[in-house]
């Protein structure tokens, strides 16, 4: 296989309020132990894609803290490595900080590996998949970039305002819109590419003399009329998540072990920064269905549908329903949470009884005391 080049994109992340004011999204936590820039980082080094890039948007001291070791993601740790990309020229100004600035400011990374491929992935869509696949079809048609897609039939009601492309019968992108909730089945993309490298410095030129503000995605819109574009479709499971909603109820449905299993798979690791914490403690008090508790988690009240994060400490009479505690954090006793995201190291002590709905999980603020 030919050198390939590995991209996770973080400037298509979405802004989910508060729970990323301090934090860029891939840092986030999902399901107590993994953050989300594990997941297209795993899936790059499981694909033998030992060279990645971080397009960083904004924090980058979050996906610092988090990378540390960046090691754990490079199967070859001679010839490979994870480099966090940062654009600090343009880094305050939202219009000019955009993914082609940021891979033009980075140019560096493409020229000295001699690589003739790149694939770039996003963190908030997570699947699980061997780019070889695609890389493999990519080549064979001689295509100069391809576009990975999933086909829904429930578009109506799920991922309003994600991207979804329009193909021709020869599988060549049309044109990419937004998904308005007027048709069942759509093609979402899953804004995952694989580009020549020729063909990404000639977007890099194209961008730089059309319009400073032109993303990679605008680009490729803008081009897929006179260039042909080539798409995959993909027949896994995916999650978009691009809302604080949606972050509660992927972690909800990733309860579901038989969805669970076909995005963590046995057989393709995802691989996570690792603390030293000691297994997770039950006490007598405790009773837990259908969760994730992580290491270093003292129990003693009950915890049902729920993620809970290292070293949260849930006291006897504590109730927990349908929420996301995140690590550090401390419930009292009594306390009763239902559809609650508690951030990092926020403690609730004196009320004692707080509910959001599926629809509007209440957010309780890092390291706020309630």
Avoid at 2 to 14: E, F
Avoid at 161 to 183: A, M, P
Avoid at 319 to 334: F, G, K, R, T, V
Avoid at 341 to 357: N, R, S
Wanted: hydrophobic content about 40%; glycine content about 4%.
């Amino acid at each position: 296989m030919a050198r390939v080049l590995g991209l996770v994109n973080l400037h298509s992340s979405p802004n989910l309020g508060e729970i990323v004011k301090n934090r860029s999204f891939a840092a986030l936590t999902i399901l107590g132990r993994y953050s989300f820039v594990d997941i297209p980082l795993s899936n790059l080094s499981n694909s033998n894609i030992n060279t990645v890039g971080i397009l960083v948007n904004r924090c980058p001291r979050s996906m610092i803290k988090h990378m540390d070791n960046a090691m754990i993601y490079t199967n070859n740790t001679k010839l490979g490595k994870t480099i966090i990309c940062y654009n600090e020229q343009y880094a305050n100004n939202n219009l000019y900080n955009t993914d082609i600035n940021n891979i033009l400011e980075n140019e560096w990374l493409i020229d000295e590996g001699k690589y003739k491929y790149v694939v770039i992935a996003p963190s908030h869509i997570i699947y699980s998949f061997d780019f070889n696949k695609v890389l493999e079809e990519h080549i064979s048609l001689k295509s100069d970039i391809t576009l990975l897609y999933k086909r829904i039939n429930n578009a109506k009601n799920n991922y309003i305002d994600q991207d979804i492309i329009d193909i021709d019968s020869d599988g060549n992108l049309i044109k990419i819109s937004k998904n308005l909730g007027v048709e069942d089945e759509v093609n979402v993309s899953m804004e995952t590419y694989i580009i020549n490298i020729d063909k990404l410095k000639s977007i890099l030129r194209f961008s730089h003399e059309t319009s400073k503000f032109f993303s990679l995605k605008d680009v490729i819109n803008y081009i897929c009329l006179t260039t042909k574009v080539n798409t995959y479709e993909f027949e896994g499971q995916i999650r978009i998540i691009d809302t604080l909603e949606s972050y509660m109820k992927t972690s909800m449905e990733l309860l579901d072990m038989n969805l669970a299993k076909e995005i963590f798979r046995d057989d393709w690791p995802i691989y996570t920064k690792t603390h030293d914490t000691p297994p997770a403690k039950y006490l007598n008090n405790a009773e837990v269905s259908n969760s994730y508790i992580s290491n270093g988690a003292i129990i003693d009240g009950k915890v049902i549908n729920s993620v809970i994060c290292r070293e949260v400490e849930v006291k006897k009479g504590a109730c927990l329903n349908n929420s996301i505690i995140l690590s550090n954090a401390y419930i009292s006793e009594d306390a009763k949470l239902e559809y609650v995201i508690v951030d990092k190291g926020a403690k609730i002590i004196h009320v004692k009884e707080l509910k959001g709905t599926k629809e509007h999980p209440l957010y309780v603020g890092i390291g706020d005391v309630i």
